[in-house]
């Protein structure tokens, strides 16, 4: 299994970002799908998740309205656009293939992480 993540950078306040990770070795389209994100001192934490098909999405409370999580299973790719930046969200953002077709959230059913993709928002 790999998952790399790309698309992360600089953004200022306000701003957005789109974060795709490529999936290999593992049958993309089987599996949920999940962003997390881990800020220097603190947790790794839950950021968006979905569900096998695409149908079922689901957010953490601090990103709902602002955040997109979508996938392409014909690209094995997965999504996170980020719109309305804040400077909380600065981050490593990581991708993680869950360890059964419907979504889930907590970090624990999460059984292979990408090496992450910094996000820093900052003016």
């Known amino acids: 299994v790999r998952l790399v993540e790309s698309g992360g950078g600089l953004a200022q306040p306000g701003g957005s970002l789109r974060l795709s990770c490529a999936a290999s070795?593992?049958?993309?389209?089987?599996?949920?799908m999940g962003w997390f994100r881990q800020a220097p001192g603190k947790e790794r934490e839950f950021v968006a998740a979905?569900?096998?098909?695409?149908?079922?999405?689901y957010y953490a409370d601090s990103v709902k309205g602002r955040f997109t999580i979508s996938r392409d299973n014909a690209r094995n790719t997965l999504y996170l656009q980020m719109n309305a930046l804040k400077p909380e969200n600065t981050a490593l953002y990581y991708c993680?293939?869950?360890?059964?077709?419907?979504?889930?959230?907590?970090?624990?059913?999460?059984?292979?992480w990408g090496q992450g993709t910094q996000v820093t928002v900052s003016s």
């Open positions: 070795g593992f049958t993309f389209s089987s599996y949920t």
């Open positions: 979905i569900s096998w098909s695409g149908v079922n999405t």
């Open positions: 993680a293939k869950a360890k059964r077709r419907i979504a889930t959230t907590p970090l624990e059913d999460y059984d292979y």
